[in-house]
């Protein structure tokens, strides 16, 4: 994911990107934060390359922020757009906009956590990732490469799409604990599958698109049924 701070004064940008350092590891986020001086300056850069997410002042010197969003409409309908102001007086400006949310400086922890636990429904499955301490070192694994994993002797055997196996030494409720979103289906005490490579669910196993069966324990055939069913239709959904 690609984040852009656009304010004309560096404190508050150095501060922001702080704060959003602190919920994107909370949300296990794969992102990058850009820092912009002026809403010209970060429109020129999202023209080369695209950003998922702006923070964007409103009051630049000079500069309106509300203008350089309009700009940015022009080419990119769908970034993420948060108004940082002191004020939610261009409120009808944002709206027309589609800014996805103000922020009011100064702004609190709670606040950009309760803005993050909604931007991560708007996110792209693929900007995910869990980060597990393997033999040779902590490793990132994206969410969409685990197929499902089996804790086994104290270890974590994750087995992946593209074959491969990553062995892990911690708990297997340190492990679930990591997999925050709702394509993870805990199938018994010990094994988890991502339903995203599902193909189907028969009332006993979930059947991988690669032909592996993943049992479910009978006392949560039922719920694993509903899981299965909710994700399916709620990827149709987006």
């Known amino acids: 994911m690609r984040i852009a701070i656009v304010d004309d004064i560096a404190s508050e940008r150095k ?6 350092d602190v919920q994107v590891a909370r949300l296990s986020l794969d992102s990058v934060t850009f820092e912009y001086a002026s809403g010209a ?9 695209r950003f998922d997410l702006v923070f964007l002042d409103i009051y630049m010197g000079n500069e309106n922020g509300v203008d350089t969003a309009q700009a940015l ?23 027309r906009v589609r800014a996805f949310h103000y922020l009011v400086k100064p702004c609190t922890e709670a606040d950009l956590a309760a803005l993050f636990d909604e931007i991560i429904k708007r996110l792209p499955a693929d900007d995910r990732y869990i980060e597990v301490n393997a033999a040779g070192g902590p490793i990132r694994l994206r969410f969409r490469e685990i197929l499902y994993a089996q804790h086994h002797q104290h270890q974590i055997h994750i087995y992946r799409a593209d074959g491969r196996e990553t062995v892990a030494r911690q708990t297997f409720r340190e492990f679930c604990a990591g997999l925050t979103d709702g394509r993870f289906f805990p199938c018994s005490r010990g094994v988890i599958v991502n339903m995203e490579h599902a193909g189907d669910f028969d009332g006993a196993d979930f059947i991988l698109k690669n032909g592996k069966r993943v049992p ?12 299965f069913g909710d994700f399916l239709f709620g990827r149709r959904e987006k």
């Open 15 to 20: 501060c922001l990107n702080t704060e959003l």
């Open 216 to 227: 479910v324990s009978r006392d949560l055939a039922k719920a694993a049924k509903m899981a």
């Open 41 to 49: 300056d970060f429109l020129a850069a999202a023209k080369k390359e």
């Open 73 to 95: 409409r022009r080419f990119d309908p769908d970034c993420l757009l948060v108004f940082t102001t002191t004020s939610t007086d261009h409120a009808l400006d944002g709206f």
